[in-house]
């Protein structure tokens, strides 16, 4: 059972309620003038070199969603299994799945820089193009930590041609105890001995990105495409777990659990539920009973008609909401999510 008290997330029992589907890890690098680099964008590069096997990046269709709590997976290094891989082109950068702590079961995925060769840097590709992504990922930074761990999102990877492009870094520094931008501008206090949630709202289409920490929002309205550098595409390809270098700042140890993304988090529960998209009133048909239901709520504010009925999310039940039920007359595809 989880339970939040004051600001932060508890787990007891350490009982699963919720079974989380399928994996969600990415691991990111990137090409810097020329050369395999890790982590944010100007870190130098290891000397590691080697060839990561990739099982080709996830696809989430419409209203499609992929999550992973790290409980399917044996004890130890995570790469090779359901799409978790190490930088492109790099070797021995891999996230270790561990007991040590967790959120939501009994494991979790620690990533650390500060020892070996080279500092974890773990990957799971996605092909995403448009649309609203929610993500979420619970944090564990342990109170005597060291060195700092990076959230990080590409629009485009991998790196081999060059042509890898970075939408968020942020990192989880514990030296100097702040959430920071991926130009070490301090965004928040870093919280210690706890499970904290950082979260995106993404929207590919508008190009704007909303950061979030431990239910705080951090910085608003970010562009996705050119926050970092210019040229970026309206594409999500990437997650990398980065633990920083042994020879710079690397992490000593930080956890990652309950990784969502696609699936809005916080989002209302429709009443009655849909069986198909547009079938708002969930006897598993669309037709011209759903969209009268939608016109008979034009106007309306109050929260659970905006849940049920405003289908196209603008916060508010007009006609353009009607048509968008009309328009799937005689369909039964996937609904798709709830507005955020």
């Not at 990137?30 to 982590?39: D, K």
Request: glycine letters at 14%.
């Amino acid at each position: 059972m989880m339970i939040r008290t004051g600001s932060y997330w508890w787990g007891i029992g350490r009982a699963r309620l919720v079974l989380w589907a399928v994996t969600i890890g990415l691991t990111l690098c990137w090409t810097v003038g020329g050369a395999l680099a890790f982590g944010p964008p100007g870190t130098a590069a290891p000397s590691a070199a080697g060839d990561s096997s990739a099982e080709g990046p996830r696809v989430l269709l419409g209203g499609g969603e992929y999550e992973d709590d790290f409980e399917s997976y044996p004890l130890g290094e995570i790469c090779g299994q359901n799409g978790w891989e190490e930088w492109d082109g790099s070797s021995d950068v891999c996230g270790s799945v561990v007991e040590d702590e967790s959120f939501d079961g009994f494991q979790s995925l620690e990533i650390v820089g500060a020892t070996g060769p080279a500092g974890d840097d773990t990957v799971q590709r996605f092909d995403i193009e448009g649309g609203v992504w929610p993500f979420r990922i619970m944090t564990y930074v342990p109170r005597d930590a060291v060195g700092d761990a990076s959230i990080i999102l590409l629009n485009s990877y991998p790196p081999a041609l060059g042509n890898a492009s970075w939408s968020v870094v942020i990192a989880l520094d514990a030296t100097s105890g702040n959430v920071e931008d991926w130009v070490d501008i301090p965004l928040a206090d870093l919280v210690f001995g706890h499970w904290v949630e950082f979260r995106l709202e993404i929207d590919l289409d508008a190009d704007t990105v909303d950061y979030y920490y431990d239910g705080e929002l951090i910085l608003a309205a970010q562009s996705w495409k050119n926050k970092i550098a210019n040229g970026g595409t309206p594409r999500i390809e990437a997650l990398d777990l980065y633990g920083g270098e042994p020879t710079g700042s690397g992490t000593t140890g930080t956890y990652f659990d309950t990784i969502v993304l696609g699936k809005p988090v916080g989002g209302c529960v429709r009443d009655p539920e849909w069986q198909c998209d547009g079938d708002v009133d969930g006897d598993g048909q669309v037709n011209p009973v759903d969209s009268g239901l939608v016109q008979a709520r034009f106007g309306s504010v109050e929260e659970q008609d905006l849940c049920n009925y405003d289908v196209d999310c603008d916060g508010q039940i007009n006609p353009v909401d009607s048509g968008i039920v009309q328009s799937l007359f005689g369909t039964c595809e996937e609904p798709r999510g709830v507005c955020p």
